[in-house]
């Protein structure tokens, strides 16, 4: 089993719908838990950082964390066709070492 | 603030033939820096990974090498170029215990 799952499968939305994006873990010591958005052949960058359960906000995005379930969520509010991009799920143990999920691919449609 | 820079930008070569990427940071000292290979439906790959000057940790073995001439300087280098060794290369960093990695923008190398 990999430590990070993450379904790669293409997601598109009409604008302004919801984005709802998930990843499974399987090793509980994990503590560390981000979201990173990738643009077409550009670098990730940090989009959402957290590291303990429950909700974080930041305008649009909303990060879930249930460590009992071992179970991250992102949220995209108003979705919008510059949110168009490939998200990563990236965990961490404290050791500086990141687990990656494979990316899912969103499009949003004007 | 910090920046990465990462260059070149796109690079194609012959297999058989020599690489090296380099990547640097500002705005910061003492940086852990990393090397990634991003293949398409394969997800991010640790290759490399520095905690200081000259301290190389090598994720995976193959055909490619890392160095850390300076604090801020990492080079990703190979002796003779792969097809398998095409990819999207990403350096990376995080400061001290700070789990926030920064990419920088990546080097799409394809190995013909």
């Known amino acids: 089993q990999k430590e990070v799952e993450q379904d790669p499968g293409p997601l598109s939305v009409p604008e302004g719908a919801i984005v709802s994006l998930n990843c499974t873990y399987s090793n509980s010591a994990f503590q560390y838990f981000m979201w990173y958005r990738q643009y077409s052949r550009k670098g990730p960058e940090l989009l959402m950082y957290?590291?303990?359960?429950g909700n974080k906000e930041d305008g649009r995005f909303t990060a879930q964390v249930d460590k009992s379930s071992k179970y991250i969520s992102l949220f995209i509010r108003d979705s919008q066709p510059s949110d168009s991009a490939t998200y990563l799920c990236a965990l961490t143990r404290g050791n500086n070492r990141l687990a990656f999920g494979k990316g899912n691919q969103v499009v949003v449609i004007p | 603030s910090q920046t990465i820079h990462q260059w070149p930008a796109t690079l194609v070569q012959p297999v058989g033939s020599p690489l090296s990427l380099e990547c640097t940071v500002e705005?910061?000292?003492?940086?852990?820096l990393y090397w990634y290979r991003q293949a398409a439906g394969r997800g991010l790959q640790l290759l490399f990974y520095s905690v200081g000057i000259g301290q190389i940790s090598s994720e995976v073995p193959q055909n490619l090498s890392a160095s850390r001439p300076q604090d801020r300087q990492f080079i990703l280098s190979s002796k003779k170029l792969l097809l398998s060794d095409s990819g999207f290369y990403l350096c990376?960093?995080?400061?001290?215990?700070?789990?926030?990695?920064?990419f920088g923008s990546g080097t799409q190398l394809s190995v013909l």
């Open positions: 705005g910061t000292s003492n940086p852990n």
């Open positions: 957290t590291y303990s359960s």
């Open positions: 990376a960093w995080t400061w001290g215990s700070d789990e926030k990695l920064f």
